[in-house]
């Protein structure tokens, strides 16, 4: 009787709180999915703030149609910079609507999340991305690794005792991790990504054509028109609008696919570099794994047009994407909730999380 009504209990428990989120929040995107359902949050991670009052007035989406258009008294903010908490408040507020529009009924609280972090960032920086998730109400959070998360999720067997290799490319910053059994063999990331290829463009614009382009106008150009290598068909243009740097007044220019590569290739180079000085700093054993089975390439950034090639052709390795790499790292900490051990091994949490025994109670 009394494990009858135990039972009944956990599931009254099941019923208010909605299950397991995984969490990629990154300096341009906020991805969550919910154990069972796949990704139902997909958002850019801007906050619209009101300058007089400080509320916050539209997050996600919303505040992001406003780019370029704000008005007077409002200003966006993108609480994380470089993959990291840069203002607190509105990263606490922005997951917090994240996390909502994530559960699902009239649940209102979560039972786990799994969150993935930047290599290298400081235990203050994760402490600060860990405060504002648990503000959401999700009664446990695991931070793991972004780079582990990548390669699971792009398909590495968690067996595996030979190195994979995953380079993500984000808005903000290059990760290059190398896993081998579930564990991060080596992990390096730089603050360089695709969102410089948006400032470049601008600049670009700015001094060869006297035009000021907004970043939602750099950022088409780049997806449209943008590639890593040669492009296909250099003369291909469109015509964009924005402001004459000298009159002020508002002017169309065409720009072609071959002025947006060359205003692109300062920053893909710069990210081979960031690739090239990793795999320089390989052990042995690791680099002859990497040489047969090449790169796998994740984030928005291994999107542009031939990006897969020119770093196959910098490193010598050949380079493959997962189905949709904008999701690898959230797929792979999704994984992570059917592996509540290798959960457990591979959180980065302090002690004091680790060691609680009602973690695993919900499984
Ligand atoms: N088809 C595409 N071609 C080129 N770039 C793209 C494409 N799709 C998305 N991107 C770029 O990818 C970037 C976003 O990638 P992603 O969502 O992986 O970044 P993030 O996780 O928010 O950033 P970070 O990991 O650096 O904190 C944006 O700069 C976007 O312009
Ligand atoms: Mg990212």
């Known amino acids: 009787m009394r494990s009858r009504r135990s039972l009944f209990s956990l599931q009254g428990w099941r019923d208010l709180v909605s299950d397991s989120m995984a969490i990629d929040i990154g ?7 919910v154990r069972g359902q796949g990704v139902v949050v997909d958002e850019p991670a801007v906050v619209a703030v009101n300058k007089l009052s400080g509320e916050a007035v539209a997050v996600g989406r919303e505040a992001h149609e406003m780019l370029g258009r704000e008005s007077r008294d409002v200003s966006l903010v993108y609480p994380l910079v470089d993959g990291v908490v840069a203002d607190f408040e509105r990263t606490q507020k922005m997951l917090d609507q994240f996390v909502r529009r994530a559960r699902s009924g009239i649940s209102h609280f979560s039972r786990r999340a799994v969150m993935s972090v930047l290599s290298g960032i400081t ?3 994760q402490r600060a991305l860990l405060a504002a998730a648990e503000s959401a109400h999700i009664g446990r959070v695991y931070m793991v690794e972004e780079g582990l998360a990548a390669a699971i999720g792009a398909g590495v067997s968690v067996e595996d005792k030979n190195a994979s290799a995953v380079v993500d490319i984000g808005g903000g910053t290059t990760n290059v991790a190398v896993v081998a059994r579930g564990m991060i063999v080596y992990a390096q990331a730089e603050r360089v990504g695709s969102l410089d290829i948006d400032d470049a463009i601008v600049n670009r614009l700015r001094r060869h054509h006297g035009l000021i382009i907004g970043a939602p106008t750099a950022e088409t150009l780049k997806k449209e028109l943008g590639s890593a290598v040669e492009p296909q068909s250099p003369a291909r243009s469109l015509s964009v609008k924005g402001r004459d740097v000298q009159t002020g007044a508002p002017r169309a220019v065409d720009v072609s696919s071959e002025e947006v590569c060359v205003a692109a290739d300062g920053v893909v180079k710069r990210i081979s570099r960031v690739v090239n000085r990793a795999l320089g700093e390989l052990q042995p054993e690791v680099a002859s794994d990497l040489y047969d089975r090449g790169l796998i390439l994740t984030g928005g950034g291994a999107l542009l047009d031939g990006m897969a090639d020119f770093l196959s ?7 493959r994407m997962p189905e949709d790499p904008r999701y690898a790292i959230v797929n792979g ?13 591979v959180a980065r949490n302090e002690q004091s999380h680790l060691l609680d025994e009602t973690a695993g109670a919900f499984e």
């Not at 300096?27 to 999915?33: E, G, L, P, Q």
């Not at 052709?313 to 380079?319: D, G, I, V, Y």
């Open 27 to 33: 300096s341009t995107s906020v991805i969550i999915a």
């Open 123 to 125: 235990q203050v920086e």
């Open 313 to 319: 052709r910098e490193t010598n390795l050949s380079a």
């Open 333 to 345: 900490l999704s994984q992570l909730f059917d592996e509540p051990l290798l959960l457990r091994r």
